[in-house]
């Protein structure tokens, strides 16, 4: 296709190839090309984190990345994050059990920058998870349920629990942070 040029991405531990315009932002490739309508954009600007995913297992917001600069590298959604179809995330669990959500239009965002800390920081303090989320606004809960959520995945073991796993888009996830405001 004129103007395109082909970009190769493992999303969620599959190999996906498309032809994309070269100021396709990430963000739109992952919700509009693959369809991956967990991962929401709330600003465009790079405030929100609405957006963040991981990108070779580092958070990023992926409304900051184009699309071809992730040309051969490994991507993780929020569709990416449970174990499998049947089983959440730690943090998923956690966001549920603790009600850290209220609209959840921040949510996956939240949990993907939230694992991203637990990777790097297994057992944070208080304060470091409110550090490590300073990138992500949520209008809704006042954060609170949130850093007490992220708390209770690091007790529970989340930081074992953040690499990409070989299937995608587990039905389960979808209804704690990857289905809400897509
Ligand atoms: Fe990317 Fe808000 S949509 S930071
Ligand atoms: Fe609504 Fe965070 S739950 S923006």
Redesign the pocket.
Known sequence: MAGTVPVRITVNGEARESEVEPRLLL?HYLRDVLGLTGT?????????????VHLDGEAV????VLAVQAHGAEVTTIEGLAPGPDELHPLQEAFWADHALQCGYCTP?MIMAAADLLKRTPHPTEEEVRHGLE?N?CRCTGYQNIVKAVLDAAEAGAEGRVETPPVAQPAAADAIGGGVGA
């Not at 600003?43 to 984190?49: A, H, K, L």
């Open positions: 963000v929401h954009v709330g600003c465009d600007t790079t405030n929100c984190g609405a957006c963040t917001k992926s409304c900051t965002g990138g606004l």
